[in-house]
Structures are given as structure tokens and as C-alpha cells.
């Protein structure tokens, strides 16, 4: 009677272990979901440097494309993935001809949290991540992220 207890609480317990497991991996995937950007949320700088920059990006995405494309600030949306330290921007596409319903912008952080280095990358429609440029940033106060 005694060994049938013991296997009937162990396979009880495991369900519920396993339901744990299952429930934790919900809530994970619910903290990637898309959330409402707002401003200053990577920072508010006192100084900036430019270490890197692509010719071909930076005059594309610095220039006519940023404006046309990445300037709205209704409804903009990001995703951090604290893994690789990335922060994606989903921007709403109003240009019909890139059969695209979002525009993204890519920063990828680097070098530490009071004098960080963003990374910029821009994605317009189906078009592959293209990289711009990459600045060091002097915080008045450190990111969280």
C-alpha cells in the first residue's frame, strides 16, 4: 500500500511540475510580444561620437528614406531581446508599392550601459536588414536594458 502511495504521489507531482514547466514557458513568450515605444527609453544623451558607418546604408536611411519611412510617432512598437541585446522598432508602412504592413529598425547595443554603442540596421518591407551606422553615446543617466 505504501509503495502505491509513494508511485501516485510521484506521478501526481510530476503532472504538476510538468504543468508548471508548460505555464512558464507561456508567460516567457508573452514578454517578447510587441509593446508601445516611448521616448527616451535607450537614454538621453549629453554627447555622441560616430565610430562606423556604411556609405551605401548611410546615405540611404540617414537621409530621404529616415524621414519618409521611420519619422512616424504614432503607433511605433518595440521587441528587446535581452539575449543578443537588440531593441526592434516597428514603424507602420504607408507607402502600398513595398506590400510591406511594417518598416523595422534594428539597434543593436553594445559596449556597456553609461557610454553605450548602438548599432543602427533599417528594413524596409521584404528587403534584408541593411546597416547604417554605429554611434557611441555619452548618458546622462545608464539604460536598463
Not at 528594413?123 to 554611434?135: H, I, P, R, S
Request: glycine share 8%; hydrophobic share 35%.
Amino acid at each position: 500500500m505504501k509503495k502505491l502511495a509513494g508511485w501516485l504521489f510521484f506521478g501526481v507531482f510530476s503532472v504538476i511540475m510538468l504543468l508548471a514547466i508548460l505555464g512558464a514557458n507561456q508567460v516567457s513568450a508573452a514578454r517578447v510580444e510587441w509593446k508601445p515605444a516611448y521616448s527616451n527609453m535607450l537614454g538621453k544623451p549629453y554627447k555622441h561620437k560616430v565610430i562606423k558607418y556604411s556609405p551605401t546604408g548611410w546615405g540611404d536611411f540617414e537621409g530621404g528614406d529616415r524621414k519618409a519611412y521611420f519619422s512616424s510617432d504614432k503607433h511605433i512598437q518595440y521587441r528587446y531581446i535581452k539575449k543578443s541585446r537588440t531593441v526592434i522598432y516597428r514603424y507602420n508602412n504607408h507607402d502600398k508599392a513595398l506590400r510591406s504592413k511594417y518598416n523595422y529598425q534594428k539597434i543593436v547595443l553594445g559596449h556597456g550601459y553609461k557610454t553605450p554603442e548602438y548599432s543602427y540596421y533599417y528594413k524596409l518591407g521584404q528587403q534584408k536588414w541593411a546597416y547604417t551606422v554605429t554611434y557611441r553615446f555619452w548618458l546622462v543617466k545608464p539604460i536598463k536594458y
